[in-house]
């Protein structure tokens, strides 16, 4: 076994020579692309509604359903992820974690049968919950302090890539290829990143504080028993969730329906909120640096968010152009959810670092799982009745009164915002 690990070590130690300064790049950007594809995994269903509805013979709240079995076991292993990154192997956790997700999406793009899909679903959702806190690990380890906002940043910028990708690039393949052809080469190409991370990415065992601090369960209740922590879980959850919620499920039918737009027109639109919040992350993290004041950043950027989602679902009547502004904006608004991590880890010890994100993380978790399919019991409740290509049609006011839930979260996270304590950029 020791002979085993000390080939490991060796080959790890001829890619750090080789990539020299710029392998902690190297590393964060495989990383990236394991967000990038876990967003490609949580947002697909939105394109394809209809195709799976069709397929499995569902209504609003079984299309719910389905696309939230997603976040039930993502939620369960938040519960976990952080202990398991702070304890073992961030390099070995994450390629076997995208091995699975990328299992999952095959499973799901040849199955025909619901139980099967809500499985493939359920182990996409185990595998892409270390996506996040293994980035945010990772920054933490090979990067200095100060750079900790601008590269957990851009963390966002490669998951709302992969949510861009999910949408119409995503629309494109369907419509060419087919939707499960086009799922299947995703999870091939997972299965191509799960390989590269085992081979080039290496765990850092430098930092004393990291390496040899036993994580306890006082540590753990440490954690939980700081009530920052807990205004932060709450603000991420209630401020990210009407961006995966809107991009990547309801949003689609419902521009389709308000806006009079084709299924890829809406996609693209969906877009815009993903390259939104891809740009606004970084630049947003390298303001409140700027600033010294990441909690007031976060209040007026998530207040900006609030107005824009409003006019979006309530103002029908707006030219394209403008939908596609505000949409950006929401995006680009929200960017600032990101620095409830940054916040995060200035609050906590550095080794608990993973376990603090993982827990700040789980809410987005929590409130996609309840709401994607309350959002679809909202629309079943109000249907019509009416059944247009085997699918069930909603009306524009179904839509806007189940989505109404989006714009009251972002208030709630407004609110919160103002009891949250900030030490500042550092």
Not at 81 to 109: C, E, M, P, Q
Not at 133 to 154: H, R, S
Not at 382 to 391: L, Y
Request: proline share 3%.
């Amino acid at each position: 076994m020791n002979t085993q690990q000390s080939i490991i070590n060796n080959s790890h130690s001829r890619f750090t020579q080789l990539f020299g300064r710029s392998y902690p790049i190297v590393i964060i950007s495989l990383c990236a692309a394991f967000l990038f594809y876990k967003y490609i995994l949580q947002v697909y269903p939105g394109v394809i509604t209809d195709q799976l509805m069709k397929e499995f013979h569902l209504t609003g709240a079984g299309m719910g359903n389905l696309a939230a079995t997603f976040y039930y076991s993502y939620m369960l292993m938040q519960l976990f992820v952080g202990i398991l990154l702070d304890k073992y192997s961030t390099r070995l956790l994450s390629a076997v974690a995208i091995f699975i997700s990328a299992l999952g999406l095959y499973l799901f793009s040849q199955t025909h049968n619901l139980l099967i899909a809500e499985l493939a679903r359920t182990l996409m959702g185990i595998g892409v919950a270390f996506a996040t806190v293994a980035y945010m690990k990772i920054a933490a380890t090979w990067f200095a302090p100060k750079q900790y906002a601008l590269v957990g940043g851009l963390l966002a910028t490669a998951a709302m890539a992969g949510a861009v990708f999910g949408e119409a690039p995503l629309a494109w393949f369907v419509n060419t290829f087919g939707w499960r052809n086009s799922l299947a080469i995703c999870g091939i190409a997972g299965l191509i990143l799960a390989f590269l991370f085992v081979l080039f990415v290496q765990d850092k065992s430098t930092t004393v504080t990291t390496s040899q601090h036993k994580i306890a369960l006082k540590d753990i209740l440490q954690v939980l028993k700081n009530k920052q922590n807990w205004l932060l879980t709450f603000y991420s959850g209630l401020a990210f969730s009407p961006i995966a919620i809107f991009g990547g499920l309801w949003g689609n039918p419902f521009l389709q329906q308000a806006y009079h737009l084709t299924k890829t027109e809406a996609a693209s639109l969906l877009s815009l909120i993903f390259i939104g919040l891809g740009l606004g992350s970084p630049l947003i993290g390298a303001l409140s640096d700027r600033l010294g004041k990441r909690r007031d950043v976060m209040f007026y950027s998530t207040l900006t968010a609030f107005f824009s989602v409003m006019l979006v679902i309530y103002w029908e009547s707006m030219p394209t152009w403008l939908v596609s502004v505000l949409l950006f904006t929401f995006g680009f608004s929200l960017g600032a959810f990101m620095l409830s991590f940054t916040i995060g880890k200035e609050l906590n010890p550095v080794f608990l670092t993973a376990t603090v994100i993982a827990m700040i993380n789980t809410s987005d978790a929590v409130l996609d799982a309840v709401t994607e399919p309350a959002i679809g019991k909202l629309l079943d409740f109000t249907w019509s009745g009416k059944i247009v290509n085997g699918v069930h049609y909603f009306s524009l006011h179904d839509y806007k009164l189940a989505l109404s839930v989006l714009p009251v979260y972002l208030a709630v996270a407004t609110v919160i915002l103002l009891f949250i304590k900030d030490r500042g950029a550092k």
